[in-house]
């Protein structure tokens, strides 16, 4: 079974993954697995409740991509328990060379732990990671709109990015077709 890990929070930015994950799922062959810190239904801020699939206590099935959906202010406000673990699997996956992927504070999360030290990225905006104490390279950070930044296995993107971030994910999973990557971007962009 090829899986995908998404990270939700409370107050989770739906659109982030709005169209990721039915790409995923009904035309990818995938299937999305929502983890969170507890089994409580997370509710977005548009008002859309998600049950979590797992804790990040429990074992990740053989995901080919971990993703980490922006939320407000949860990912800045995490126990430093939860920021340790998601932390912890975050960085096993990026030198396992599986996907990481942040977008919005995820990205600035995947930032403050220094998961973007070591390649191009960008976030909602370079002053709002740029004295984070665990990013130190600022002059890889690319200015974007609404472009996702790919760097290997790490991608990353602004909140309004959402739809390139989608097609950089579909994209470097390696085994989507083309076809419905084109179709997507068609639609999307």
């Known amino acids: ?15 982030e993954a709005a169209l990721l ?3 995923l799922q009904q035309f990818a062959g995938y ?6 810190t507890d089994r409580n239904p997370k509710t977005s801020m548009g008002n859309l ?20 959906i922006g939320a407000t202010q949860s990912w800045r406000d995490l126990s ?15 030198q396992q060379g599986r996907i990481v992927g942040g977008i919005c504070d995820g990205a600035y999360f995947l930032a403050d732990n220094g998961l973007l030290n070591d390649c191009r990225h960008t976030a909602n905006s370079l002053s709002e990671i740029a004295d984070l104490p665990g990013y130190t390279n ?12 790919r760097d290997g296995s790490v991608i990353t993107a602004n909140a309004m990015a959402f739809a390139d971030f989608a ?18 971007r068609e639609m999307w962009q």
Not at 2 to 11: R, W
Not at 49 to 68: G, K, M
Not at 138 to 149: G, H
């Open 1 to 15: 079974m090829k899986t995908v890990a998404i990270i939700l929070l409370e107050q989770f930015a739906d659109w």
């Open 21 to 23: 994950a039915p790409a």
């Open 31 to 36: 299937t999305v697995c929502y983890v969170s």
């Open 49 to 68: 409740r998600v049950q979590p699939d797992l804790t990040l206590d429990e074992p990740l099935p053989d995901a080919a991509a971990l993703i980490l």
């Open 80 to 94: 430093d328990e939860n920021r340790l673990k998601i932390a912890k699997l975050a960085h096993a996956f990026k």
């Open 138 to 149: 600022r002059q890889a950070y690319v200015e974007t709109k609404r472009e996702a930044v």
């Open 167 to 184: 097609i950089q994910i579909l994209s470097a999973l390696g085994d989507v077709s083309e076809d419905l990557i084109a179709q997507c």
